[in-house]
C-alpha cells in the first residue's frame, strides 16, 4: 500500500512539473535544435545572394511551346524507331524515372558501342548556357538533334532517312499538322529537333532548397544548413552558382592537379580544346548543375567516380585546394539532398501511343 502510495505521490509530482513547464530531455533537445537551425539562418542570411530560385518555366521565343508540341516531342522522346536499329531512345540514356540519366558511366547506343562521355542528365538542361559537356549546342534545340544522327549514339544516317521513316506512321502525320499548323510541310528533321526540346523544356525540377531561398527556414535541416555555409565558405560557389549551382560556365577540371591522377580515369580527355584548339581551353569542361546531383551517378564528364561524398573530396582538392574533412564532406553531401526535385509525374512514363 505505501508503495502504491509513492508511486501516485511520484506520478503527480511529475505532473505538475510537467505543468508548471518542465521540460522533457526530448523538448530540450528540440529546442537547442530549433536554436541552432536559427544560428544558421543567420550566418547564411547575407550570403544566399550567390543563388537564385529555379525558374518555373524554360522559354525560347523561336520555338513557342503548345500543348501539341509537348506531347509530340514526349512521344518522340520515348520512341526507340528514332534509332537506325530501333533499339535506344533519348529516354534509354537519359531515364527520366532515374534521374534524368542512365546510371552508366558512358551509355550505350544503338550498334551496341559505348560512347566517350557520360551521358548528363536532361533534368533542367533547358537552362544552361549551353549544352553537352563541351557547349557544342547553343541550347536544347540544337542539340536534340545531334544524338540522333551520331554514328555510336543513335546511328541514323541522315535527316531524310527519319523524316521517311516518321512520315510512314499515320500517327505521326497527324501530330507534327496539330504541333506546326502553320508549315507546309510539318514532319522535318528541324521540327524533330524542336518538338523534342518544347518536352524538355518542361522538365523542371524545383526543390526544397527553393523553399528555403523563398524564405521557409524549416525547408533545410541543421545539416544541411552547415553543409550549405561550408559549401559557400570553402568556395564551392565560385562555379556552382545561379539557380542551377552550375550550368552557366567552363572551367579548367584539375585547377591544382591533373584530375585523371584522383579520378582514375581511363582516358585523358582535353574537353573544350578538342573544338578550339586553344591552349587555354584544355581540360575545360562545362560546370555541371548540381541540381539532382545526387541521382545522377556516376559523376565528371566519363563517369569515373561513383560515390558523391569522394567527388566531394576530389573538388575540394583539385580545384580548391582545400583539405575538407569528413563532417564537411557529410554536411555538403546532405545540402546536396535538398537540390533533389521530382519530375513531372505524366512525363516519367512511356507515351500510351507508343504502346499501341
Known sequence: MKQAKALFVFAFVSLIMSACGGESTEQKRESADAQ?????????????????????????????????????GQILYFDKRLSKNNTISCNSCHNLATGGVDNESTSTGDTGEKGGRNSPTVL???????????????????????????????????????????????????????????????????????????????????????????????????????????FINIGCVSCHSG???????????????????????????????????????KYKFKVPSLRNSTLTKPYFHDGSVNDLKRVIEIMAQIQLNYQIDKNEVDNIAAFLNSLTGKVPEQFIKEPAELKN
Do not use: C
Open 36 to 72: 541552432e537551425s536559427l544560428q544558421y539562418d543567420g550566418s547564411l542570411k547575407d550570403k544566399l545572394s550567390v543563388f537564385a530560385v529555379l525558374p518555373f518555366e524554360a522559354l525560347n521565343v523561336t520555338n513557342i511551346t503548345s500543348a501539341e508540341k509537348v506531347k509530340l
Open 124 to 230: 533542367n538542361a533547358a537552362l544552361h548556357f549551353s549544352q553537352f559537356w563541351d557547349g557544342r549546342a547553343k541550347d536544347v534545340e540544337e542539340q536534340a538533334g545531334m544524338p540522333i544522327m551520331n554514328p555510336i549514339e543513335m546511328a541514323i544516317p541522315s535527316k531524310d532517312f527519319l523524316v521517311k521513316r516518321l512520315s510512314e506512321i499515320k500517327m505521326y502525320k497527324d501530330l507534327f499538322h496539330k504541333a506546326f499548323p502553320e508549315d507546309k510541310q510539318p514532319l522535318n528533321y528541324n521540327n524533330i529537333a524542336k518538338a523534342i526540346a518544347a518536352f524538355e523544356r518542361q522538365l523542371l525540377t524545383p526543390s526544397r532548397f527553393d523553399e528555403y531561398l523563398q524564405g521557409n527556414t524549416t525547408a533545410l535541416t541543421v545539416q544541411e544548413k552547415k553543409g550549405l555555409l561550408s
Open 243 to 281: 539557380s542551377l549551382l552550375g550550368g552557366n560556365g567552363f572551367q579548367k577540371f584539375g585547377v591544382h592537379q591533373n584530375y585523371w591522377e584522383v579520378t582514375g580515369s581511363k582516358k585523358v580527355d582535353e574537353g573544350v580544346f578538342a573544338i578550339s584548339k586553344q591552349e587555354y581551353d
